[in-house]
Structure formats: structure tokens, C-alpha cells
């Protein structure tokens, strides 16, 4: 099936950095979604984009949907320790199904 | 947090053996996803429902069956268990005509 390519799959980062991830498709999608996934937990969304450019925050995260509409960018600034976790990009192709396509997630570890 | 249950959270059981796994929820969403998430695959989605009574195949779902008969409840069942079917099952519910889904706490499903 489609999937989106995720990258990178893991970083070790020291607290207090920047930390930049992203998602592309080989297809133009409506819709990216990121989540953040605990472990032992389920998904929990942390930002949706709807247009293309478009560029949404949430505290310190912070994510654009790119012009081309196949890519997605999710940044965290001065991470803390909290931010360890498995960020998953999630998008919805322009076909008007009502299914997602995820990534495979980027693991973040995070340095005290 | 969307009000998502999934029951149980933790099962043991054989290969062969009959499983039913529960999703409940409290929003009155129209859509409702069953996903599996193992290493290296990501969320994978094994059926919808887009109603009651209104189910569809995703891209795992040999090995599987659900049922709606509520608006509240959606059913994975798993007619015979087997290992290949060990995983994390994750149910997410959708609003009509919304993109984001949000995802329950999970059940971690061990089959010997």
C-alpha cells in the first residue's frame, strides 16, 4: 500500500536543541497530520495542516504542509526531556478516502 | 483526551483460540478505525467503519472481522488466533468530513 517515507528514524539530541524532522510522498496529499506516541501509549495528535504552505504551531512545535503538497515538516525548538518519543506523520491523498497513510515514525530520545 | 476505551488492554492466548477485542466510544463519531502496530511497519489499518452496520477492508485485513452494531462500539474479532497476529491493536475514531482521527490507548494482544 502507499506509504509516506519518513525521515530520519531516530536522533539523539542534548536538551535545549532544535530538533527537525520530516515526511514525503510520492503522491499529492490534502491533509498532514503529526502525532506524538508515548510508550505503552496510544497516538495523540499534535498538529493538522489543511492548505498547502500552510504553517501552524503549537507551543514549541511547529509544522508546515510544503508547497508541493507531498512533503510535511514538523520542528521542536529547545527540546526538554518530556519531547522523548515516537513522532508519526500521517496524510490524506487527494483520492477523498477517509483512510491515512502513516510514516514510520522517528524516534526521538532527548538528553538531560 | 477524545473519550476512547479499548478492552482489555493486555490478553494472553493461544493459537487457535477466538479473540474479540472492544472499542467504545464517547464522542458519537461517525468513523471508526482498527489499526495493528508492529516494529518496523508502523500503523497498519485492518478495517473501518463508516456507520453503523457500515464496515470496509484495509490493507491487513485477512485473518480479521468487525462488527458495528452501535454507534459507540466497534468489534475486532480474531476467528483463530494465530502468532503472526501478536501485535498492538489500536482503535481511532473519526468525525464525517474530518481528516483527523484520534487514537485509543491500545490493546497489547500476545498469541502463543
Redesign the interface.
Known amino acids: ?1 502507499q506509504q509516506l517515507n519518513q525521515s530520519p528514524q531516530s536522533m539523539f539530541i542534548q536538551e535545549g536543541e532544535d530538533v527537525s524532522m520530516n515526511c514525503t510522498s510520492s503522491s499529492i496529499f ?2 498532514w ?1 503529526w ?1 506524538k506516541q508515548d510508550p ?6 499534535l498538529i ?1 495542516l ?1 492548505k498547502a504552505g500552510e504553517l501552524t504551531s503549537n507551543g514549541r512545535l511547529t509544522a508546515q504542509f510544503g508547497i508541493t503538497r507531498k512533503d510535511s515538516f514538523l520542528n521542536i525548538s529547545a527540546s526538554i526531556p518530556s519531547d522523548v518519543g515516537i513522532y ?1 506523520c ?1 496524510g ?1 491523498d487527494q483520492g477523498g478516502s ?3 497513510v ?4 522517528t524516534k526521538l530520545t532527548v538528553n538531560p | 483526551d477524545a473519550g476512547i476505551t479499548q478492552s482489555p488492554r493486555h490478553k494472553v492466548t493461544e493459537t487457535g483460540t477466538p479473540v474479540t477485542l472492544r472499542c467504545h466510544q464517547t464522542e458519537n463519531h461517525r468513523y471508526m478505525y482498527w489499526y495493528r502496530q508492529d516494529p518496523g511497519h508502523g500503523l497498519r489499518l485492518i478495517h473501518y467503519s463508516y456507520g453503523v452496520k457500515d464496515t470496509d477492508k484495509g490493507e491487513v485485513s485477512d485473518g480479521y472481522s468487525v462488527s458495528r452494531s452501535k454507534t459507540e462500539d466497534f468489534l475486532l474479532t480474531l476467528e483463530s488466533a494465530t502468532s503472526s497476529q501478536t501485535s498492538v491493536y489500536f482503535c481511532a475514531i473519526s468525525e464525517y468530513r474530518k481528516e483527523t482521527q484520534y487514537f485509543g490507548p491500545g490493546t497489547r494482544l500476545l498469541v502463543l
Do not use: D, H, M, Q
Not at chain 1, 505503552?40 to 495528535?45: A, I, M, R, S, T
Not at chain 1, 502513516?102 to 515514525?105: A, I, T
Open positions: 500500500g490534502n491533509t497530520l502525532y505503552g501509549e496510544g497516538p495523540v495528535l493538522a489543511y508519526f500521517a490524506r477517509e483512510k491515512l502513516f510514516g514510520k515514525g
